[in-house]
């Protein structure tokens, strides 16, 4: 599984990493940092959990 | 304000059988305790969009009830504009707007992206040692006695002191910040809302003044410095974004905090829960924002759109109920039900509502709330309704307790 993340949309909620905090990285904003990643086997659900939290 | 013409006009595009002859917000209000209770009957008893004449002084609206409908909506700023959402500059016949609140994209992220910086995660984990110290001081201070007026002994004082520390304000201007905020929002009168709000605007109006001739380090100086398409801020720019900090910043945390305490004084058993396992906590604060989500927003339709039965026509106000989302059935089961193990970490719930105009303060507010509760449930013993007292609660704009007293049981020291 890949997360892609459109950085463009991003509004510095952090609600993302809120929920799953190793995998949606953060610049010094709190806005999301990266593009992309790909996820392991055993955290997907949790990936799940934290692109659906965004507003 | 001629408020009979405007509440009784049932517009042409709605029809009949949609109309609900309530005032949702006074009927919230007479129900007190049973007040969510109450609204979560509503997702049998309405359908699922339906239109009331009046809310409070304001004018009918269209009342969606489900999570799903309120989250669409709520990502759909095209359709659903937040121009002129707050009666404020209307009020005071001004034509400032509470930025970004009451802009729509793409404007609004040139304002949000002011605000961001300064609510973030990291800024409050840096403020986490003064937020515990200010509850502490006022947890301290009562807890001997037995007994508190809980608005005024720690609900009002505990957020109106971060959020002027926050801002960098003096602290000393506390009782006028509390008083301001009480009755700018909890008031159905609106010749007392526009009495205060020409007050705040005033108390801002000369803080811009005082920090354009010495810049200092608080949050006005910070928006003077700040720059929007590479010019400075205009003076009703300024105005607007100072205006809403007050809204957001003051009450929100008060009128919830109000209704934590009083579901636990009436809830011995789950005090008890959190006292014996404080890992649940944080998870408690989340079920409670659930149940007890205090803010209605409301959004204008900026172009016709049908969902469903309703045919909304521009011009048209929808009132985004935040506890109508989070009673839902269809989310959550038993939603009338508080369970501090229902979530276990992240229940999709709808209080700081949802999309561009997500509440900016929420990392700040659950930091407080969680502290508060940690440091009652260690330095105050089991608590209750005061004997004697009868909690009061408000369900006008923005929900909260308008009295609640509390007491315990306070050990002899010798």
Known sequence: MKIIVDNKACAGHARCNEVAPGLYELDDNDYISTDGFDVEVGQQALARRGARACP | MNTDSVTNAIPSNVPAHLVQDFDLWAALTAQGENAYAWAAKLHESMPPIFWVPSLGFLPGTWIPRRSEELRRILQDPETFSSAGLTPYPMLLGESWRLAPLEVDPPDHAKYRALLNPLFTPKKVNALEEDIRQLATQLIDDIAQTGRCDFNEDFAKPFPTLIFLKLMSWPLEHRPLFQHWTQTLIKSSDPQVVTDNAREITGWIRARIAECRA??????????????????????????????LIFIGGLDTVTSTIGLFFRHLARNPEQQAQLRADPSLISDAVEEMLRSYSIVNMRRTVARDVQIGEATMKKGDIVLISTELANLDPEVFDQPEKVDFLRSAGHAPHMAFSYGVHRCVGSHLARRELRIALELWLTKVPPFRIASGTTPRFNAFGIFGMEELHLEWDVEETK
């Open chain 2, 214 to 243: 010495n810049p200092g380090d608080d949050f006005t100086s910070y928006l003077l410095a700040s720059q929007i398409d590479g010019r400075p801020l205009t003076d009703d720019e300024m105005l607007g974004i100072n205006f």
